[in-house]
């Protein structure tokens, strides 16, 4: 989704926009633009396509500047719509995350009244607004052009009558204020400051921040100042490095080994078979209240919820549901204060995710957070929550945030098992189990050769069914996710016993399914649906447990993971899921990283 960068300090602008634009680029973008000014004199640079250092940008000189990713909303692709936009007489310059939903009627308006547009973007209209409100006070004009729009803005903006600050301001899209000696910054995404400052801050909604070379001011829309604390991101730089891997997404896949083991540190005690989150920040007391848990979150992290789900009912028999944040808010909310609400957001950005917790919060129902980014929108505004600490994932296909997140389930599911229904046995064995993830997922990652001439046999075939049972259901749905995201192919998941109810119509030589079927309690029949799809010709994928060496004689091809517990298995399910759809879009050439239409984090709803 769109990325905002800006800078004012001692140095080159241009350079440190493109160079933060382009840590930004895994948001997913279709055009970008940047504009910086010295001794007054503005020039600025926009194109459709990735960011690259043409020749435009060597005569975008001065030390103050804002640049901007796009992903289009409103106006087509193209140069004249890529941000940043500007006033009639080009002294106002905007970029903006977000949409503004009155546009239609503001440019109407602004147009009676003589002002000049050039793009077809929702955008241009705020920075003809402040052109309209400007009598003297930059932050005065963007706060009063504010307040006449409805709708999500992250914003900066700067302007040659006043060229030694820019205004930042957010309602509803990520904004950060990076603070550095004698320099600040401002950008919708930490990521983009990494290489320059570790002190930001975080302004909240209906706020303006004023920021100088030497400091910042925070006032509310309403015009009331406001202090915000100086806070310390603590990623390290390094974890943002491609390092010597061809993409992020392989990277992120051999990183989860370790990101078991961090989302772990220091939350279970193997001896006492117990478990602690103390972000929750909820007493025993008040999580033996808990009467239902509703897991909101969309796409993979949707289907991370189907697994605590599964755990939670598994390990303390409280029923749980598993919503789409983007459905939730367009219905009734059957639930009430015995509920907990359990948003699940990797970025902790997705503004449907937003919106669903903004309306349960609204009705007074408690909401916990599970995400990777500290400081996002759902970890400031959630009660409490669970912090993943996977590192920053910059492919836009979710992997390691995936497993980050089904342990922080599981660490809760246990939390919860123990104070309700499991004894210290079942508790002890579980914590054991859970230790031992890490090295497990690194006997499946020792296998990604295999894995890579696996996904060389199936490379031609247009289409794909997953299927699973009970844990490992949302593991195909999972897996097809990540096949048609990065390789463009078509595959679909279903239950592996609604199969036979429609799907099995599909196949055929040319249709292969991918079946998830470790021994478990759900195994026999499982081997039921495979043989329905046997006896048709479909050819087989299996990932089942080692050891289970007789379905060699049944199967095309099988990758083994090791064993553990039912509901642990997704952990290890998952991992030849995401390296087969990664060597499938390997081989087909595709931009695995960046994948056509896709953004990492939805910032519009
Ligand atoms: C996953 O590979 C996706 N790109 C997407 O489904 C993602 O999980 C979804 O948009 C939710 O994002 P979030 O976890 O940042 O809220």
């Known amino acids: 989704m769109c990325g905002i960068v800006g800078y004012i300090g001692g140095k080159k602008a241009s ?43 060597a005569k975008i000189g001065g030390n103050i500047g804002i640049g901007h990713t796009r992903w289009a909303t409103h106006g087509g692709v193209s140069n004249k719509n890529a941000h940043p936009h500007f006033d009639c007489s080009k002294k106002f310059v905007v970029v903006h995350n977000g949409i503004i939903e009155n546009f239609a009627g503001l440019k109407k308006q602004l147009i009676s009244e003589g002002h000049k547009f050039e793009s077809d973007t929702d955008t241009e209209v705020l920075a003809h607004l402040v052109e309209k409100y400007y009598d003297g006070d930059l932050k005065e004009a963007v706060r009063r052009a504010l307040l006449e729009v409805d709708g999500t803005y992250g914003i900066a903006v700067m302007s040659t ?74 990623w390290e730089q390094g974890l943002a490095e491609k390092n010597d891997y061809p993409h992020f997404m392989l990277k992120e896949i051999f990183e989860q080994p370790q990101v078991v083991r961090n989302a772990l540190a220091g939350r279970v005690i193997p001896t006492e078979g117990l478990a602690h989150l103390g972000g929750l920040n909820m007493s025993p007391e008040e999580l033996l209240k808990v009467k239902r848990i509703v897991f909101v979150a969309c796409g993979t992290a949707y289907y991370a919820g189907m697994v605590g789900k599964y755990m939670i009912e598994e390990c ?47 009705k007074g129902i408690k909401v916990l957070g599970i995400s990777n980014v500290v400081g996002s929108t759902i970890a400031r505004e959630t009660d409490g929550g669970v912090f993943i600490h996977a590192g920053p994932e910059i492919g836009v296909a979710s992997t390691k945030a995936f497993v980050g997140q089904i342990t922080a389930l599981a660490i809760l599911a246990l939390e919860f098992g123990r104070l309700k229904n499991l004894s210290f046995m079942e508790g002890k064995r579980i914590a ?126 099988v990758v083994y993971i090791p064993e553990t517990l039912e509901m642990l298995e997704p952990l290890l399910t ?22 056509r239409n896709l953004a990492k984090s939805v910032t519009v709803e």
């Open 161 to 234: 009558m006043e060229p030694d600050k820019i205004v930042a301001a957010k309602h509803g899209s990520p904004l950060i204020i990076g603070i550095g000696d004698d320099e600040n910054f401002v950008a919708s995404d930490a990521t983009a400051l990494m290489p320059y400052t570790k002190k930001v801050i975080y302004p909240e909604d209906n706020e303006l921040v004023e920021i100088t070379k030497d400091g910042f001011c925070t006032v509310t829309i309403d015009d009331k100042k406001v202090d915000r604390k100086v806070q310390e991101i603590d």
């Open 316 to 362: 303390a028999s409280i029923p749980c549901e598993v919503e789409f944040a983007s459905e939730l808010r367009y219905k009734r909310i059957l639930f009430d204060k015995d509920s907990l609400v359990l948003v699940v957001s990797q970025s902790g950005e997705t503004a449907d995710t937003i919106a669903a917790m903004k309306e349960i919060q609204r």
């Open 15 to 57: 350079s440190i926009l493109v160079d933060g634009l382009k840590r930004l680029e895994y948001r997913g973008y279709d055009s970008w633009g940047i504009a910086a000014m010295g001794n007054k004199k503005l020039s600025y640079a926009k194109k459709v396509g990735r960011i690259s250092q043409s020749g435009d940008l």
């Open 432 to 557: 054991e189990e859970l230790k031992k993830i890490p090295e497990k997922i690194q006997k499946i990652l020792d296998q990604s050769d295999k894995i890579e001439e696996i996904a060389g046999k199936y490379l031609n075939h247009d289409n794909f069914l997953y299927l699973g049972r009970r844990f490992n259901f949302p593991i195909a749905l999972e897996g097809a996710l990540k096949l048609k995201e990065i390789s463009y192919v078509h595959a679909e998941a279903y239950s592996a016993g609604e199969m036979k109810h429609g799907p099995i119509a599909l196949i055929d030589e040319n249709f292969p399914s991918i079946f998830i079927v470790p021994k478990d309690s759900v195994y026999d029949k499982t081997i039921s649906n495979m043989e329905e799809i046997r006896a048709r010709k479909g050819k087989i994928l299996m990932v089942t447990t080692e050891g289970n060496l007789d379905v060699e004689k049944y199967v095309d091809d």
């Open 574 to 595: 998952v991992i030849p899921m995401q390296l087969l759809a990664y060597y499938i879009a390997a081989m087909k050439g595709r931009d695995i990283d960046k994948p």
